[in-house]
């Protein structure tokens, strides 16, 4: 996994040394660049814990203090005797890798099983060690880690390899989030051991970092690991921009710190108040300070770092903050509370900022020293997330399982990753989920919830909720009101969807426009490439009046309905889209050009009209099929909601909307035009009852061209 990594001491784009040492000494970042060069020993006594695994230790028992380290000398043993004689293309041992890893986890938190499996990450890939053998000696556990986070061969899977071992992955984190922290701290180690690859090489592996791994990261709320992988991708990728941001951190180093003055105000202000807090400078990590010199231009001393504010109790927080807007002048729009609504990746804390007398403005974090370690380790901070729950909290109001570590983002995408056979489609797919880094909340009619990707649509929630079975979707309600499926939703929006009863409906080739979510995406695609003669539905088929696409009034080549027969051999024949004609109305067919036959209802204004004009009449009658579309026209009084009470009308009646058009309201009186679709013609007095009894409904007509 990680035969390529280079000796950290190797000229190359890497992490920068100085800036980081004035940060080790300002804020309580975890620190994860302290290991160097690993002592290796020779045979290890049996009852005595190798010193080369001694930094790991000290490090597993700051956060674990009764943990039992056994299984970590033994597996250490068994990698380092495993990699005996395998070397890193530094020249340094292998088996400096793994230890690395093994490292960077045991500083942020992780439990033993975790360091257990990572310290044996690479055996399995690279040696005779079998999976088998990991399992005798160390459990199914660390089996299954082992086993989630080892390469798929380049022999068997060729150009395919990387994206189906990402997926790989993928599904073994579904089971197991462990899976991904380890490649995760391996990643790391090897960006920041990448000096000596081909240019070539390490942009390759730094757009893959940046596209997948990162966002992973973020998700995965394990901010520590997520700000360096940024500032190393950003030195391969961007070197000039990161020399000049290099350059801006090194000449505000150079000066006074106004955010120390700031941060001695705020401590007084809190020991006047007897709130215990801990006060520190959190200096911003290098693509955070040149993200905000892009957004503010020329930064300022307050613009390189923030304010943290450490304390002991959730209540403490919100005093603290009282304390801040009290005391010192408060920059209102700059409050966000993160932690009566935490973000989808567990990160707790309240923002504010302050505004000094000279107008520079300090922004500061609030948060608990428990919020601090999840925002800094997220679901790594969790310790050993798989120990049985409670019964009552297995799982949410949705039925999805409550865990933490599984959540809403991560099972969409295991979900989605179903359809996606292709690695190509898998791959691209992938990125373009992973770079939507927002989520929002929409609350369903029965009280449970859907987490969407910010941007999202109502047809991604129809396919996020029913599935395949969203294809029969004809509109929705958004917080009572009717819209559209190609609204975009908001956070917090409850979003009630209009589903059409026949199980055979067809999609809309429109929706893939619409369609924000790989799941939604890859449904619609998969129905219209096992459909390829069929266009699906060509709009949405409910929406707020006035704000609909009308649909065109011309017949289509060859309507569904019922058979027309002629008197004698001839043309094709069409029904007329003006006045849609269904058994057992009286008909009569007229020749237009091309040797078709147009079929009107008798009553029809056009037959007069082609009279007029000379057309042939032709004779014709019904044939035996009595299925039948026909196009009605309900007049109403404009009321919310009329329009999803109309279309569950037409669907509770077994119609099926093809095409929908409402006009805008004139003295509050709608005109709503339906082309449906019917099993049986006999079946449409009853529809036209049925939409008539509708509330605010005063009239249900057969369309009729008007008269010429």
């Known amino acids: 996994m990680s035969a390529e990594a280079t000796n950290p001491a190797t000229p190359g784009p890497v992490a920068p040394t100085a800036p980081a040492v004035a940060r080790r000494k300002s804020r309580p970042r975890i620190d994860l660049r302290r290991l160097g060069r690993a002592a290796l020993l020779g045979?290890?006594?049996?009852?005595?814990?190798?010193?080369?695994?001694?930094?790991?230790?000290e490090a597993h028992r700051a956060h674990h203090p009764d943990a039992d380290l056994d299984p970590l000398r033994r597996a250490y043993l068994l990698a380092e005797s495993s990699h005996r004689g395998q070397m890193r293309k530094s020249g340094e041992p292998y088996i400096t890798h793994p230890l690395a890893v093994t490292l960077i986890l045991a500083e942020l938190g992780a439990e033993t099983t975790t360091l257990t499996a990572s310290l044996l990450h690479d055996t399995v890939e690279d040696t005779e060690v079998t999976l088998e053998q990991v399992r005798e000696e160390f459990g199914e556990e660390v089996r299954y880690l082992v086993d989630g986070v080892t390469k798929l061969e380049k022999v068997d899977y060729?150009?395919?390899?990387?994206?189906?071992?990402?997926?790989?992955?993928?599904?073994?984190?579904?089971?197991d989030v462990r899976v991904m922290s380890i490649k995760l701290a391996d990643r790391l180690h090897n960006m920041r051991t990448l000096g000596v690859m081909r240019p070539e090489k390490q942009a390759r592996i730094a757009k893959v970092t940046r596209d997948v791994l990162i966002p992973l990261a973020e998700r995965l709320g394990v901010q520590a690991l997520k700000t360096e992988l940024e500032d190393l991708v950003f030195a391969i990728l961007h070197p000039e921009e990161y020399a000049r941001t290099s350059e801006l951190i090194a000449e505000n180093a150079s000066g006074e710190d106004p955010l120390a003055e700031v941060a001695d105000e705020v401590r007084v202000v809190l020991r006047e108040a007897d709130i215990p807090a801990e006060v520190l400078i959190r200096p911003r990590h290098f693509v955070s300070v040149h993200r905000v010199s892009r957004k503010r231009g020329p930064l300022r001393g307050t613009d390189f770092g923030r304010l943290l504010v450490l304390v002991n109790e959730d209540a403490d927080c919100y005093a603290v903050l009282g304390e801040l807007h009290t005391c010192l002048t408060p920059v209102v729009s700059e409050f966000k509370d993160f932690i009566a609504v935490p973000k989808?990746?567990?990160?707790?804390?309240?923002?504010?900022?302050?505004?000094?007398?000279?107008?520079?403005?300090?922004?500061?974090?609030?948060?608990?020293?428990?919020?601090?370690?999840?925002?800094?380790?997220?679901?790594?901070?969790?310790?050993?997330?798989?120990?049985?729950?409670?019964?009552?909290?297995?799982?949410?109001?949705?039925?999805?399982?409550?865990?933490?570590?599984r959540p809403g983002w991560l099972s969409r995408l295991l979900d989605w990753q179903q359809g996606a056979s292709d690695p190509d489609t898998f791959w691209s797919t992938l990125r373009d989920d992973l770079a939507q880094d927002r989520e929002i909340t929409v609350v369903r009619p029965d009280g449970g919830t859907l987490g969407l990707p910010e941007g999202a649509t109502c047809v991604d929630a129809a396919y996020a909720q029913y599935g395949d079975d969203a294809h029969a979707c004809i509109g929705a309600r958004v917080n009572g009101r009717l819209a559209t499926l190609s609204t975009v939703l908001r956070d917090g929006d409850t979003v009630q969807l209009l589903m059409g009863q026949d199980p055979a409906s067809e999609p809309s080739r429109d929706w893939l426009e619409h369609a924000h979510t790989p799941a939604a995406r890859i449904a619609i695609q998969r129905w219209l490439a096992a459909h390829p003669g069929a266009d699906g539905r060509t709009s949405d088929a409910a929406g707020e009046p006035g704000g609909t696409r009308p649909t065109s009034s011309a017949p289509a080549a060859r309507p569904k309905g019922a058979d027309v027969l002629l008197e004698r051999p001839g043309g094709p024949v069409r029904l007329a889209g003006c006045c849609t004609p269904v058994p057992p109305d009286g008909i009569v067919g007229f020749a237009v050009r091309g040797g078709?036959?147009?079929?009107?209802?008798?009553?029809?204004?056009?037959?007069?009209?082609m009279k007029s004009r000379g057309r042939a009449e032709i004779p014709v009658r019904w044939g035996d099929t009595t299925a039948c579309r026909v196009t009605l026209v309900a007049e109403s009084f404009s009321r919310p909601h009329l329009l999803a009470d109309l279309t569950e009308a037409i669907a509770v009646e077994g119609a099926e909307i093809v095409?929908?058009?409402?006009?805008?309201?004139?003295?509050?009186?709608?005109?709503?035009?339906?082309?449906?679709?019917?099993?049986?013609?006999?079946e449409l007095p009853a529809l036209m009852r049925a939409m008539r009894d509708v509330p605010g409904v005063y009239d249900v007509s057969r369309a009729q061209a008007p008269a010429a």
């Open 596 to 609: 078709a036959v147009t079929v009107h209802r008798v009553e029809c204004s056009m037959v007069a009209d």
């Open 659 to 682: 095409s929908a058009s409402v006009e805008s309201p004139s003295q509050q009186r709608v005109r709503h035009t339906y082309t449906l679709q019917l099993p049986d013609a006999a």
């Open 344 to 405: 989808f990746n567990l990160y707790q804390s309240l923002h504010t900022a302050v505004a000094r007398p000279d107008g520079q403005v300090v922004e500061v974090l609030i948060r608990t020293h428990h919020m601090h370690q999840a925002a800094e380790a997220g679901v790594i901070a969790l310790g050993n997330p798989y120990t049985p729950p409670a019964e009552e909290q297995t799982t949410g109001l949705d039925g999805e399982r409550a865990d933490p570590t």
């Open 158 to 175: 060729g150009a395919a390899a990387e994206p189906e071992t990402f997926r790989k992955m993928l599904v073994a984190t579904g089971n």
């Open 43 to 57: 045979p290890a006594v049996r009852s005595r814990l190798p010193d080369a695994i001694g930094h790991v230790a």
